[in-house]
């Protein structure tokens, strides 16, 4: 398949993610088939049909299909894979936890190329200029072209197996999420109307409030998924937990709370300067958002 050719069937099509897979791939010259059991799109291409029960129309665009993206929750996905033994299609799945479906894969009994996209923002965003985790469950030239195809999109791809994949989903979205939560929580505990607060705010409690206005102003399943599926969820929050004790310990004393600044700064190895430099252009802009 190329950016400008081929057959494709996006389950879950009418969903954000999968809406996003259907407008790309036609937009490449894609002839796309959306199969999904909430009823029809505007171009009327759309099979209602449910992919883990398979009606006879459902199959017979699997099986004519060159892609089939499955732009569906975890549990569908995996009892999508008995329907999907038969096609020699490319299997991509959207999931933002790639282990269990790996391991389904190895026991699916099932020939054929699966690759795993997990889009790293928001499906409105579109792809161009951000990134793409790929997970190449069963690699192959299916796959190749397919990354390609991504790449076309405007998005970058970085390439990894599945459990590495589920540990930066965890540091990246976990632990992001659950901050930003836990920030939110701990200002209604504090009494402070938000009025008050962004009357005052330095530029870092602003983004913090931009990031909770957008964390906690999201569908909450989304963000479930995230805390709830990830294998490596607890221990990422319990690591949170644990790093907030010490910085309360920390606080006791100068020189415990500088060692703390130190090992803080040194999670990023030597980026802190470049980052450092991007978090004084985006301070920047909000100041001048702030002031028109």
Known sequence: MTAASGTATVVGGLGAVGSMFVELLRAGGSTVTVVDPAGSDPDGDVVVGDITKPSDRVLAHVESSSVIVLAVPEQVALAALPSL????????DTLSVKS???????DAGREGEFLGLNPMFRPALGPRGRAVIAVPYVDGPQSVRFLDVVRSWGASVAVMDADRHDRLAAATQVLTHASV????????????SAD?????????????LALLA?????????????????????????ALFDATAQVDRAAETLGDFTTLMKTADAALDNRSGELNAECQSLFDRIAEGHRE
């Open 196 to 208: 008050e607060l962004l009357a005052v705010a330095p530029p870092p409690h602003r983004t913090l």
């Open 85 to 92: 033994r038969t096609s020699g299609a490319l299997v991509v």
């Open 214 to 238: 957008r964390v906690a102003g999201g569908e909450p399943e989304v963000y479930w998924d995230v805390q709830a599926g990830n294998p490596y969820a607890g221990a990422t929050r319990k």
């Open 181 to 192: 939560l836990a920030f939110g929580v701990a200002l209604a505990e504090l009494g402070v």
């Open 100 to 106: 269990r479906m790996d391991a389904a894969i190895a």
